[in-house]
């Protein structure tokens, strides 16, 4: 990578930064409410995609192995309203059957 690539993307985040410091800040209250419940998803926009990249990223390639199923399982005990506690539980367990299966 490049010294001016890396200097871009430095100015770029940054700029991304003080735009929502500044330019969100000074929002009218009317657009406010149109823009706070877009901003609310953000976080979990970001966790999902960590969750994704972490399970399935190699070294350069796609990785498709018992994480993947931990983490369906773990998905659809959220979505059936388990407590935290159980998600992980059964997250955990699928995951390890499916590492014992092979």
Known sequence: MSWVSIIVLVVGAYGFKVFG????GRVADGAAARVEPLTSLIPAALFA??????TVAG???LVLD?????VGVGAVAVWRRAPFVIVVVVAMTATALVRWQT
């Open 66 to 70: 018992a994480r993947v199923v931990g």
């Open 21 to 24: 410091v500044l330019g969100l």
């Open 49 to 54: 995609a960590l969750i994704v990249v972490q």
């Open 59 to 61: 070294d350069e390639a």
